[in-house]
């Protein structure tokens, strides 16, 4: 049983800011070369509540507190709306957003299960020039949070830029093999989707095993 849990803990919210595209989104759209992992996973940047840094302060995906990498910027006006996809959706307390280390707005869920789509819309106070805006998604019931930082360039006009091309799916990864053996967090690809295994299995083809089986499905992949 404990290594059932042990399995399923990594799965259980994962979300992430399509757009602006935030870092990891920039990686698994393949926008920044040279990622790691964050290339599969731009949904799992969890680490305890609390931290001012990319990655959470946590020991995986530190390439997302690289600021001398050319992260690309997106250009906004005076506001801008943040949309999150959330991959499983987990009890929220608050959405907070920060520059430079001071909060500019929050948003309080008051611990509800949020939409699989969220957006906010932050005014960024009369800032100008580059700034990177770090996003944190406070879980209620753990004492985990998610994050994501956003790189934009913010001019002197209003709102969003006008929508553009649907960014591409993240990349698909490993191929499922029915003879390999897969534990809890492994993601594979098949169908042109990414599956990410629940707890140890082989042989179960993802797509088949039902909402509450081994395999979640994590969307498209390209």
Not at 29 to 50: L, M
Not at 122 to 142: F, K, P
Not at 182 to 189: L, W
Request: with cysteine; proline share 7%.
């Amino acid at each position: 049983m404990a290594s059932l849990l042990v399995g399923i803990s990594p799965a259980q919210a994962h979300g992430y800011i399509s757009s602006p595209p935030s870092r990891q989104a920039m990686c698994a759209q393949g926008r920044v070369a040279n990622c790691g992992d964050i290339v599969y996973e731009p949904q799992s940047v969890e680490a305890p509540k609390g931290s001012m840094q990319c990655n959470g302060g946590g020991s995986r995906f530190a390439v997302l507190n690289d600021n001398s990498r050319n992260w690309p910027a997106t250009s906004v006006g005076q506001s801008v709306t943040f949309s999150w996809v959330l991959t499983a959706r987990h009890a929220t307390s608050t959405w907070e957003y920060f520059v430079g280390g001071t909060r500019i707005a929050v948003f309080d869920d008051g611990g509800r299960q949020p939409a699989a789509n969220v957006s906010h819309n932050v005014s960024l106070g009369g800032r100008s020039g580059r700034i990177t805006v770090l996003a944190r998604w406070n879980i209620a019931d753990t004492a985990m949070a998610f994050y994501a930082c956003v790189d934009l360039q913010v001019g002197s006009g209003g709102g969003n830029p006008p929508p553009t091309t649907q960014p591409p799916a993240p990349a698909c990864g490993t191929p499922w093999s029915a003879s390999a053996v897969y534990t809890g967090g492994a993601i594979v690809s098949h169908n042109g989707r990414r599956w990410q295994a629940q707890w140890w299995t082989q042989g179960e083809t993802p797509g088949t095993t039902g909402q509450w089986g081994v395999w979640r499905d994590q969307g498209p992949c390209g």
